[in-house]
Every structure is written in structure tokens, then in C-alpha cells.
């Protein structure tokens, strides 16, 4: 299993932007997948996922901003990020059950 992310850039406060992670191979519907980001000098952290069975889980920072989605016809997902601040500010990561891991998308928010 690879995973390509894509869709980072540099964005004023407030702005949006949309992450989209493809996933080639042969990946089972039954795994949970979702996204994490690190910011210089921090720990990686939780931003969202999906369950097997259609759940989303949002970090508390960003929830209400941020929508997490999948298109299995694609084999691609999505974070839909709005209202972006400063302190999102990190390298985007998305994962497929924490096992295989994409090469992470730089997202700037800064005026």
C-alpha cells in the first residue's frame, strides 16, 4: 500500500484548503483511516479519522473546521480544512490504520 497526500500550500487565517491522500494497492474497507499533522518542534497528533463503520472523530482544535471525507471509488481521502489559524500550522500526514503512512503535505497559515 502507498499513500500520495497532496493539496498543501501556504494560507491567510480564515482561509481553506483541501488535502486529498490516494491510496493505491489493495486496501481492506475494514480499517480505520484518517490524518495526523506534526508541527516544528511538537509530537504528532491526532486530527481526524474514519471507522470502518462510517465514524468521524475530530481532534477538539479543529472540530467544527474541519470535515474529513473518502471517496472509495477513488481510493482517495480527504480533509477539508476552514477557518484555518496560525497554530494549524504543521506537516499533514494521512495514514491507513496507522500502519501505512503518506510522505505528509506542508500546510502554512500565515498572513
Known amino acids: 500500500v502507498q499513500l500520495q497526500a497532496s493539496g498543501g500550500g501556504l494560507v491567510q487565517p480564515g482561509g481553506s484548503l483541501r488535502l486529498s491522500c490516494v491510496a493505491t494497492g489493495n486496501i481492506s474497507s475494514r480499517l480505520t483511516v484518517g490524518w495526523y499533522r506534526q508541527a516544528p518542534g511538537k509530537q504528532r497528533e491526532f486530527v481526524a479519522d474514519?471507522?470502518?463503520?462510517?465514524?468521524?472523530a475530530y481532534a477538539d482544535s479543529v472540530k467544527g473546521r474541519f470535515t474529513i471525507s473518502g471517496d472509495n471509488a477513488k481510493n482517495t481521502l480527504y480533509l477539508q480544512m476552514t477557518s484555518l489559524k496560525p497554530e494549524d500550522t504543521a506537516i499533514y500526514y494521512c495514514?491507513?490504520?496507522?500502519?501505512?503512512w503518506g510522505q505528509g503535505t506542508q500546510v502554512t497559515v500565515s498572513s
Open positions: 474514519i471507522s470502518p463503520d462510517g465514524r468521524r
Open positions: 495514514h491507513v490504520a496507522k500502519r501505512f
